[in-house]
């Protein structure tokens, strides 16, 4: 079993600064993939960012130039370093990890932007 376990996230005024992380414990061999999603209001979970273990990052094209995803800790360890936070930043972003066939998700954390 593969435990993933977020901290950061809070409540921020539009144009701040947030940091998420991630780190894997349990029984873990090598992530293909690690990575962060988002879910607002009413809306679809959807891909924010992507790093795989050969170092590829892939962003969304919202958060492109804004947001940074990194790994550390033997690549157990994901962050999300958000800049020049938008309202529609708003919602429950989520940390997943990608082994095998098999993807992990974190339990969630809400990140809020006021405008």
């Known amino acids: 079993q593969v435990q993933l376990v977020e901290s950061g996230g809070g409540l921020v005024q539009a144009g701040g600064s947030l940091g998420l992380s991630c780190a894997a414990s349990?029984?873990?061999?090598?992530?293909?993939?690690m990575g962060w999603y988002r879910q607002a209001p009413g809306k679809q979970r959807e891909l924010v960012g992507t790093i795989t273990s050969g170092g590829r990052i892939n962003y969304a094209d919202s958060v492109k130039g804004r947001f940074t995803i990194s790994r550390a800790n033997a690549e157990t360890t994901v962050y999300l370093r958000m800049n020049g936070l938008k309202p529609e930043d708003t919602g429950v972003y989520y940390c997943y990890a990608k082994m095998y066939a098999t993807t992990y998700w974190g339990q969630g954390t809400q990140v809020t932007v006021s405008s």
């Open positions: 349990g029984t873990i061999f090598s992530f293909s993939a």
